[in-house]
């Protein structure tokens, strides 16, 4: 694959930002649209906007093969089994909520076990500690080896018999690590206890295959991989969708409605309820498309390389440090640091006035930061459309402001 071309692709990139040519390095936070996928969004309002199941009219046909369509492509893309394991959600967020809600509330009682990392994102922190409340269940935190990694010998260590859900990030928002999942599926399996996985950060870098991770539940976001915002994706096993009960009733999701009585769709309609996200469901397809065609395989080996060529130039600049592996075939195209005598938001402030965009603060993810010992980071992220151009610009830019906080000082 060729980055230069690729970016060509995305009229976002093709501006300045302060009177410089914009490299943006926060795809971590969003990534950018190719005109295909933006295409697609504004041919479905121009030319076919309509609701999608309930009228036999020809924009309404059109809209529900469109927005049906975009559902098949998301099960091809992950590989799952059928269709009906693929519920479509507003995100990431919006996904392990219902997890811990739906399956959580009917499943934990008081002092059965729930297993997350020190690493995890808000939204794999926060359901969990609600639903514990809730239901008495207690809340346990896998330990993180120095490098940030999971250790399988700690995760042995800290699931036991009374352990009913595991739920861990496929890949780190902070350190790029890429977490051994399908090894941690296969021990919380042996202990009964389901595994779900938050593909925030995997799903638009590698290539994901549930049946083979054979995780229980997967949750990934449109706006990570190149699709619109506002859409995302519940992959489950059937046989446990099944039994579980929607969180949100209205419109759309019922088979029948009494007046004291009601009772839902099947599968996955009973899970989206009132009139859903067609146009961000059909965006999605459309950044699937564009993935597909230029290969996960390609991106990753990609994000590696540039990973690989970061760690390299970032390692001379004097005072920096990196926070995660070393190794780039560990960790996925996310480099997280810090400049020292240098505050995160005022790094990223001055790189801003040449034009480079890079994330700052906490990246909702409080509880890894205290385990860093630390209050905020720096965060450059890359995708399939930055360059080894993109880097250089991005050391510079780092030089120049530690040279310049250092005069001010």
């Known amino acids: 694959m060729n980055p230069y071309e690729i970016r060509k692709l995305f009229p976002i990139l093709d501006q300045e930002v302060n009177d410089q040519p914009l490299v943006y390095l926060d795809s971590a ?12 969004i504004e041919d479905y309002y121009r030319g076919y906007n309509s609701n999608v199941h309930r009228g036999v009219h020809t924009l309404g046909t059109k809209a529900t093969d469109a927005y049906e369509g975009a559902r098949e492509k998301v099960r091809k893309f992950i590989n799952a089994s059928a ?4 519920i479509f959600t507003r995100g990431t967020t919006t996904s392990l909520n219902i997890v811990a809600k739906s399956y959580g509330g009917a499943h934990l009682s008081e002092g059965d076990e729930i297993v997350i990392s020190y690493m995890e994102h808000h939204s794999n922190i926060i359901p969990w500690q609600q639903i514990a409340k809730q239901t008495g269940a207690v809340l346990k935190y896998v330990p993180l080896q120095p490098d940030g990694t999971i250790s399988i010998d700690d995760v042995k260590a800290t699931i036991t018999n009374a352990t009913k859900i595991v739920s861990i990030m496929h890949v780190s928002n902070v350190m790029g690590v890429i977490n051994p999942v399908k090894e941690i599926a296969a021990i919380a399996h042996q202990y009964g206890a389901i595994m779900v996985v938050d593909g925030a950060q995997s799903t638009p870098h ?3 295959d549930v049946q083979d991770l054979d995780c229980d539940f997967f949750a990934f976001s449109g706006h990570k991989m190149v699709g619109p915002t506002g859409i995302g994706v519940l992959y489950g096993k059937k046989e446990l969708l099944e039994k579980m009960e929607p969180v949100e009733f209205g419109g759309e999701m019922i088979d029948f409605v009494g007046l004291y009585e009601s009772t839902w769709k099947e599968l996955p309609w009973k899970f989206e ?15 699937i498309d564009f993935l597909s065609e230029i290969g996960l395989d390609n991106i990753e080996a990609h994000e590696h390389h540039l990973a690989a060529y970061a760690l390299e130039r970032m390692a001379e600049i004097d005072g920096l440090t990196i926070y995660g592996p070393l190794d780039p075939m560990k960790r996925a195209g996310v480099i997280t640091f810090n400049v020292a005598d240098v505050h995160p ?3 990223a402030t ?3 006035m040449d034009g480079i965009a890079i994330r700052a603060g906490h990246h909702c993810a409080q509880p890894l930061m205290k385990w860093l010992d630390v209050s905020a980071t720096a965060r450059a992220s890359f995708y399939l459309y930055n360059t080894e151009e993109d880097i250089d610009k991005l050391v510079k830019g780092l030089v120049k402001t530690k040279e310049y906080f250092s005069n001010v000082l």
């Open 206 to 208: 590698l290539k994901v």
């Open 29 to 40: 936070a969003t990534s950018q649209k190719p005109s295909a996928v933006i295409q697609s």
């Open 273 to 287: 309820g009132g009139t859903p996200i067609i146009a961000g469901a059909i965006g999605l397809g459309a950044a």
């Open 83 to 86: 269709m009906e394991e693929i």
């Open 350 to 352: 001055v790189l801003d």
């Open 345 to 347: 938001h005022d790094l």
